[in-house]
């Protein structure tokens, strides 16, 4: 499915069902598309399927990327459909595991505001910020969910800003503030009858649209391919017609991070890194009738990896390990501009 296919266009079961068969083609991103699969059962209203994939990327024997995303979805998906309790039992497991990353967090607090949890919601909210964000001198953007949920939560309580909440304010964009778009009392204009009133509730909305329409129009990345050390040892040794597109692996690094370079100073958005293992492209060129020796499967394979959610963003978060697996923080390694 196209990102922008509009949604009354999607035939969500029918999805579901090409993203499982997918998954089974591709075990090693199996998680990453029932994930999707699971997505689009919950629209399509089918939540014990949804459920049914949940549960079973939690039983596999191939460790998860992300348990604990997997878990909230889980959770929020259970109370939609009645689980209220195992829903909430879940969603304590997620916030006494502190995950470090945002999204199971932003999950499992949204789910209980959207059942009226309001404090329990704010507390998770405030303890992902906490967990996330002390002593971090500058918000991920993937962080930035955590503190506009908090702040909405906040103003819905009618608790007074706080430093959390300034901070949320400061990293918003839209023209209409945060506290016009969190304010309680704009479901009250919706049924007025002052037309200026209704202007400027529809001048509000049409804000947080495209606050949304700009978080989720982030299509997956120009992906550019990495091998690990091992993994481009045992493809040149499988494929020696390759070595004219990798003489040595120090070299291949550089000129990934010297390609995105190039493209971020082109004004290419939204670039990425995907990593390759033989397998998987050995299947790839299967699946597409060719030699793995054919040096233009190559972007082909990174553009597919990306496809199914395989890329990690480019330039990493300040402070993140470097991309090429080094160890060392990126500002230290590759992004090293000296």
Not at 16 to 25: I, S, Y
Not at 263 to 282: C, D, M, R, W
Request: net charge negative.
């Amino acid at each position: 499915m196209r990102p922008d296919t509009s949604a009354e266009y999607v035939d969500h079961n029918a999805e579901a069902a090409r993203l499982e068969r997918t998954a089974g083609l591709y075990p090693e991103d199996a998680e990453h598309l029932l994930l999707q699969a699971a997505a689009h059962l919950e629209l399509a209203d089918d939540r014990p399927r949804a459920t049914a994939f949940y549960d079973r990327l939690l039983s596999s024997a191939t460790p998860l990327e992300n348990p604990f995303l997997v878990r909230a979805l889980k959770a929020a998906n259970l109370w939609e459909y009645g689980h209220e309790a195992e829903a909430k039992a879940i969603i304590e497991g997620v916030r006494a595991a502190s995950p470090r990353d945002p999204a199971p967090w932003v999950i499992v607090a949204e789910s209980l505001e959207s059942h009226d949890e309001l404090e329990a919601a704010q507390q998770t909210f405030t303890e992902a910020a906490t967990h996330l964000l002390t002593d971090v001198p500058e918000p991920p953007y993937a962080t930035h969910p955590v503190l506009f949920g908090r702040h909405r939560v906040r103003r819905m309580l009618g608790l007074p800003h706080d430093n959390w909440d300034a901070l949320a304010d400061t990293l918003h964009s839209s023209p209409v503030s945060l506290d016009e778009l969190h304010d309680p009392k704009r479901v009250w204009s919706l049924g007025s009858d002052n037309p200026a009133e209704l202007e400027a509730e529809i001048s509000r909305l049409r804000a947080e649209l495209g606050t949304y329409r700009e978080a989720l129009s982030r299509p997956f990345p120009v992906a550019v391919l990495h091998w690990p050390s091992a993994e481009l040892a045992e493809l040149l040794t499988a494929y020696p017609t390759l070595a004219e597109e990798y003489p040595s692996h120090e070299e291949h690094l550089a000129t990934i991070e010297g390609s995105l370079r190039e493209l971020a100073a082109s004004g290419t958005p939204n670039l990425g890194i995907v990593t390759g293992t033989v397998p998987s492209y050995e299947a790839f060129a299967a699946s597409e009738g060719a030699s793995p020796g054919d040096a233009s499967l190559l972007p082909q394979y990174a553009t597919t990896l990306a496809a199914r959610g395989r890329a990690v963003a480019w330039p990493p978060e300040r402070g993140a390990g470097c991309w090429c697996g080094s160890g060392r923080g990126y500002g230290e390694c590759h992004g090293d501009t000296a």
